[in-house]
């Protein structure tokens, strides 16, 4: 299933399903109207204790009676625990760097500040030379997970989305680290919504694309991972507790901007579309400020 938070004119603030075609949802009134499940106002407790499994019991009575165009989507998950990056997780991304890619997760964090709706404008600061895209294909953790094996790791995972890494390059490369090139506010666009993980059977065989002003920057397969999501999940658990709505993002393919023999990156009103295989499209605008 298909789990967004929306805001429109009529329902405000809530969450929805959405159709196996991503063009029309339910809202949460509509789904304990139609089903007689009484779903809990807070889209954690919908999605981590146990009420989404009960409405899919009862999915043939939801009527998805309005389209997804005609309400805002909002970021999928309101205020995760912690938001865990990998770096250089994509063997042609690494080589692309000149880099060799560790056995090993190399991580950073993004503050939960750094979220952005999927189809909001990234609101860039003007001392920003060098503002490059990275297309990542992100997990939600459904449970706590602490010591997981590779073999057990999947079923710590409720879902996946999109998750648009936007990197202040100049900022990274004077730092000599990642936090706070990629964790100015709106640089995280994500979702358009959660997938579970049913309906994604093989997370490691993923297309991923990116369009900037529609023409292809990056085109690849979550199947040239260098560490596979199950393997990510075990080795983090055995440093951290992952918890119900952590977000884990997995790593850019090759051909960001800086990769370039002569880098393009991106300018003041640029329009950046990345697109996951069963998992949608989210698009946005570049802003300068």
């Known amino acids: 299933m298909k789990i967004a938070r929306i805001n429109d004119s009529k329902f405000k603030e809530t969450y929805a399903l959405v159709s196996e075609d991503g063009k029309r949802l339910v809202t949460r009134h509509e789904i304990q109207e139609q089903t007689g499940i009484p779903v809990p106002p807070s889209i954690k407790d919908f999605m981590f204790k146990g009420w989404l499994a009960e409405v899919a019991g009862a999915k043939d009575k939801l009527h998805f009676s309005h389209k997804v165009d005609g309400a805002e989507l909002l970021v999928p998950i309101p205020n995760p625990p912690k938001i865990i990056c990998l770096a250089f997780n994509y063997y042609d991304h690494a080589r692309d760097a000149g880099l060799t890619p560790s056995d090993e997760p190399v991580i950073f964090m993004k503050p939960r500040t750094a979220l952005n ?95 900037v002003n529609n023409e292809t920057r990056q085109d690849s397969s979550s199947s040239n991972m260098v560490l596979s999501i199950k393997r990510i999940i075990s080795a983090l658990s055995r440093t951290m507790t992952l918890e119900p709505g952590d977000i884990i993002s997995t790593g850019t393919p090759a051909g960001v901007a800086m990769s370039m023999k002569e880098p393009r990156y991106l300018k003041n009103g640029d329009i950046v579309e990345i697109s996951i295989e069963k998992l949608g499209t989210i698009k946005h605008k570049i802003v300068f400020k």
């Open 117 to 211: 709706k999927p189809f909001s404008d990234v609101i860039c600061p003007a001392f920003v030379t060098r503002l490059d895209y990275e297309a990542e294909l992100a997990v939600v953790i459904g449970k706590d997970t602490k010591h997981v094996s590779e073999e057990e790791a999947l079923d710590s995972v409720f879902g996946y989305m999109i998750l648009h890494d936007v990197s202040a390059r100049d900022i990274q490369f004077k730092d000599k680290q990642f936090t706070r090139g990629k964790g100015i506010d709106t640089f995280a666009p994500c979702g358009p919504w959660i997938t579970t993980k049913d309906e994604v059977p093989d997370p490691q065989n993923l297309h991923i694309t990116t369009k």
